[in-house]
């Protein structure tokens, strides 16, 4: 996204950023001339406490905006200029270029992890201040000590030599559009991705086999969800039921399209099914939609000869670019 701010703090900037959406600014040289058209820097505000020398400490005064060396001097301070990971354009043939040229997944990622360790620092400083308040005021802490927070270089794990951020800061499905085979009115395909990760029933999407038979029949029943945006080669972490994967013969298959058609979606990845752990793969592809899949054929111990019974309590899909 390309900003021409007029202002010398807007919202959208840290909103944007937050996201990990890419910017590109006027350079340093030209910025002032945008920053400068705002009413905040209208010499009617200008003034400061009694006592109070300005001039002291900074040598131009931050509503001069007739002097070119004041507003160079203060558009210096702005966010724009001295948050990372932001790109500068000169012209707009440089800014096409740009555009083109530019490892858009590198900066996204990079701006991402930036903006978690800035709420890490925030949330580490506000718990600290309320601890220390509710110390004064003499409030019950439960006798243990205030709580603290770990340094943000914690908060990450090294992974294939990239930082990765934390599993909030990358879910794509969570609470998403979503849909499947026919299900059971206790079992709707948005329990799956509730944010819910309980795996006793009643918690989970259901396959209703009876009403599949009514219509046709199915030997294979699948869910699927629309991603909050492009995916490639996302991390899927998937909980199952505590009981009874020999309803889809302990075997699920996981696929990436670009529509809520199963059959023209590409298989990324299978998860083996034993237990009630909570397993995890990556699906090596590229799509806007999720798919788990339980077939009637491919996997082992079926509880009904070429019928798979897709029951999934929570799936995860989370971003690794």
Known sequence: VAIFPYAFSQFWFYELYAMGVPLYMPTRQTLPLYVNQDYAVCPDFEGHRPGHAPFAVHPHSPFDSDDWDAMTYWTSFTDYLVTPHISYFASIPALLLLLETADHRKISREMRRVHAERVGEATGYWISVLSQVASIRGLP?????????????TVFREASGEATLPDELRDLSTRRPCGGSVSRTDGSP?????????????SEYHFDLDRADESGGASSSHWWVQLRRMA???EVKLWPRNCCPEAFGHRLWLLLGNSSKVREATECASLEVTSDAMLSAICEGVGTHFFVEARGRGGWGYQDENVAVLMLPEVRVLSRD
């Open 141 to 153: 802490q439960g006798g243990a000590a205030p709580p603290t927070t770990p340094p943000m270089a």
């Open 190 to 202: 948005r329990k799956a991705n509730d944010g819910d990760t309980d795996q006793q029933h009643p």
């Open 232 to 234: 490639a080669y996302p």
